[in-house]
């Protein structure tokens, strides 16, 4: 992209659809179904050689859900600044909300309590988005552990539009410093007290900010067409040396105290820079228009991800019924002995991730994709015209 002649850097074209986020959104549910499928089936302990490797790679998964929030935080900033000064904001924000996530929701709340995974307190405090708050509602959240990440952001999307709809860009700025560095001493704290430092939503908070800073500085002006490909290599660099910093610091917290709570504290911060360069990176190949040549060797790699992207939220909802399921049906026959055959394991996770993508894609294709339509319909009843700088709500939100 040439720059203007006045010399002045060229504001961030955030119109139409950036088809990189759908690429970060479909490689994160790919690494929360192969965590699921792999590293919380059998401990990477109980293996050796390559399985043992393999399945310790998949530990790594559980940062996929890391980069939703990170994803979440970029889009849904977006489409709240976009909406400012709208008189209907509130309501077509809430109900954009309420026909993406409830309609799915409910349905596996139905099945998951029908077919006994939960009892009517995990069902209550889930219908509350409070499933991340078990202590408080007497459940535990081993019952069904997918739904404590939907609560987090449920409960941070209560308190954000108002921050950024009713406060100065002042205090929208502080409160962005803010919850970028107490989530970090929180989780010392709670650790140190033995108490969760994980499902939280204030022990989560940076994660989402990370994202809604990016959506923030490129609507203010503060990231640019001429400084956004500098920032996205110093947080390529410093993602890369905080993951080497981190690793030294894991080791270490194997015996010493100091070191875990430290690690508790910031050792997932080095990947949250890394998927900040990358949505940096998806901005960057939206300015210029590129992309992937369809002859190209990413090409399929990269049509696969947009595929699991489309259907991550069904995905992320039914993946762990079709796993749980599996596990009880089999148990006591020779499918159920997957702890002491990586074959077996394989099996497992081929058949129930298979099936987890045909019941999120009958879903999105009709069930949400029915509400998603009304969806539309509303926003274009209450606000006819376009917001001049709309980003539109991705499927996966």
Known sequence: MHEPLTGQPKSLELRGHIGGLDVLRGAAILMVLLCHAYYYA???GHWHGLAAFWVGITGLGHMGVHLFFVLSGFLITGILLDSAGNAHAARRFYLRRARRILPAYLVVLAVIYAVHLVDWHFVLASLL???????LVRIRLTEFGSLWSLSVEEQFYLFWPWVLWRCTPRTVRRTMTVCLILPPLLRFALTAAGQDSYTKAWVNADYLMYGAVIAYTARSGA???????????WLYGLSLGGLALSSVIWLAARTRVWALLLFVA??????????AAMTLSCLIAHQSGAGIRAGSFWHLPRRGLIFLGYISYGLYLSH?????LYDRYVAGTRLGGYEHSFALLTLRAALCSTASILIAWLSRETLEAWFLRRNSARAHAIHAAPLPTALPLPPSE
């Open 266 to 275: 910031v050792g997932r911060t080095p990947w949250i820079l890394l998927f």
């Open 42 to 44: 059998t401990p990477p």
């Open 320 to 324: 762990m019924i079709v796993f749980d």
């Open 129 to 135: 988005f409070a499933a991340n708050m078990g202590h």
């Open 223 to 233: 990231l640019h067409s001429g400084n956004i490909g500098r920032i996205a290599r």
